[in-house]
């Protein structure tokens, strides 16, 4: 949500919606490119948290460990880079990753942290400090059996 009048929804099979009108309609705006991939119709990806810093910068996080910023109020996206190692040995391929949560600082938007992992037995948490275009490992955490 940016304001009371703009915000933004995702959900499953790239379900991918704004609003400019004090939430009555939702639509993908005119002119504007979803996601390479969102909603392909072969391996959709569900959409998860959407946050914007400020009207014109945006992240969200989706299935298969992507991530993607805009700085245009979301008319483009362009996935973020996701560097490893992916802290656990025999990891699953990053096709199975999920994002559960994100985090920008209010006083400093180019810091963010973002949570995820494989199922719950392994987790991780990811730093950036340039906005969300490249995130790095900075945590693993994993639950013993």
């Known amino acids: ?9 995702g959900g499953d099979d790239g379900a991918f919606y704004r609003t400019d009108d004090g939430w009555a309609t939702w639509s993908f705006p005119s002119g504007c490119t979803l ?3 969102l909603n392909s119709s072969a391996d959709p990806q569900d959409v998860y948290k ?3 810093h400020d009207p014109l910068n945006g992240f969200f996080a989706a299935d298969y460990g992507h991530a993607y910023r805009t700085s245009d109020g ?10 490893g190692p992916l802290c656990f040995s025999g990891a699953p391929e990053t096709h ?17 942290w973002m949570a995820g992992g494989y199922g719950i037995q392994e987790g991780f948490i990811f730093g ?4 969300g275009a490249n995130w790095d490992v900075s945590s693993c955490f994993g639950l013993s059996s």
């Open 1 to 9: 949500m940016h304001d009371a009048s703009n915000g933004w929804v």
């Open 35 to 37: 996601p390479p991939g």
């Open 50 to 52: 959407i946050k914007f």
């Open 74 to 83: 979301g008319c483009t996206w362009i996935r973020a880079q996701i560097f």
């Open 96 to 112: 199975n990753l999920e994002f559960w949560d994100f985090e920008f600082s209010p006083a400093d938007p180019s810091l963010g």
């Open 128 to 131: 950036t400090d340039d906005g």
